[in-house]
């Protein structure tokens, strides 16, 4: 067969094998291709499809040196990353997202969805500077650029007319953070209605704390259903599922299931924004499996990347990187164990 290329002896599912190539596409998988085409040998490293990470701020990645650590908390965390969001220029965005986006494309991604930030504040600046990358990369990996109003929608109807104007500039989609806004459940029906009105997904930032109660999916779950937008809804975070019985957890996981809603835990995160309630934290990933494996709804868990350190609010270095370290390494899309 007429092949471009071939690399030779990857391992795939536990065997060794050549894999080549033809008009960019995978051509065939063989334990040994026989053909005159140009060699890469693969040494035995792993092939695969490539990580996805549902779930980075590129925007507000490596920024750990622009914000103080004193109390190591949730509040320290937005406050902190809000007053640094003020000094962002397209030129620093850029430089730091195209940083990230390498070094991510290096281990292995290629799908991501970055989330950006605009508001009066940040203006259009993060949606520029990503897009800007987006075409960049486009080459080696899928970024879906999320535009999401992160302080707030109601109080502020300037950033609604912002995000509209990014969808229409070709945004790939819209979202939320109903927990920083007077009116969580008009922030979300407005974030609806400006998907509704571009076509695009929706993706929220939901139930930021450890309280069980006054969770904001059973709003996202009625919007989902009543604009027949399964398949078409993400949520993430969503710590308060580590607070709720096992068996209220499982129902929201099948009504997640039934609504088509996307889930993304973020316990990496969880660990140091939850400071100083850690021993609050552990259930969270058996809680977050029994609800994978009791309605299948799909599930993603980013992991950020270890050794960045936070401070919790006992003023003991924390082993868990900080809730202002966006870096990410990678994720798996949908399996979690
Ligand atoms: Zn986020």
Request: negative net charge.
């Amino acid at each position: 067969m007429p092949l471009d290329l071939i690399i030779s002896g990857a391992r795939l599912d536990g065997r060794t094998v050549d894999i080549g190539f033809e008009a960019g596409r995978i051509a065939a998988i063989e334990a040994h291709i026989a053909a005159d085409a140009p060699r890469t040998e693969a040494l035995g490293a792993l092939a695969f499809p490539g990580f996805a990470d549902s779930h980075i701020h590129l925007d507000k990645a490596c920024i750990l040196e622009r914000c103080a650590i004193c109390e190591g908390t949730l509040a320290e965390a937005i406050s902190g990353t809000a007053a640094a969001k003020a000094g962002f220029t397209v030129e620093d965005i850029h430089a730091r997202a195209a940083g990230v986006l390498a070094k991510a494309v290096l281990h292995g991604t290629n799908r991501m969805r970055s989330f950006a930030e605009v508001d009066p504040r940040a203006g259009m600046r993060c949606f520029e500077a990503l897009s800007a990358v987006k075409a960049e990369f486009a080459h080696a990996v899928d970024l879906d650029i999320c535009v999401f109003a992160q302080e707030g929608l109601t109080q502020e109807m300037d950033t609604h007319a912002m995000l509209d104007r990014a969808l229409a500039a070709g945004a790939d989609l819209v979202g939320g953070c109903p927990y920083a806004d007077p009116d969580p459940e008009r922030h979300i029906a407005l974030v609806f209605d400006l998907a509704e009105k571009h076509g695009t997904m929706v993706d929220f930032h939901l139930d930021f704390d450890l309280d069980p109660t006054g969770s904001a999916i059973p709003a996202v779950l009625r919007e989902t259903e009543a604009r027949k937008f399964g398949g078409r809804v993400s949520i993430g975070h969503v710590s308060k599922l580590s607070a709720m019985a096992p068996g209220e957890v499982r129902q929201i996981g099948r009504r997640l299931a039934d609504a088509g809603v996307a889930l993304t835990a973020l316990p990496g995160n969880r660990l140091a924004e939850t400071a100083p309630t850690p021993k609050a934290e552990p259930p969270f990933q058996s809680r977050l499996t029994s609800l994978v494996s009791a309605c299948g709804a799909p599930v993603a868990r980013v992991n950020r990347a270890p050794g960045v350190p936070g401070r919790r609010q006992d003023g003991r270095r924390s082993s868990q990187p900080s809730a202002k370290s966006s870096f990410c390494r990678t994720a798996g899309e949908i399996t979690i164990g």
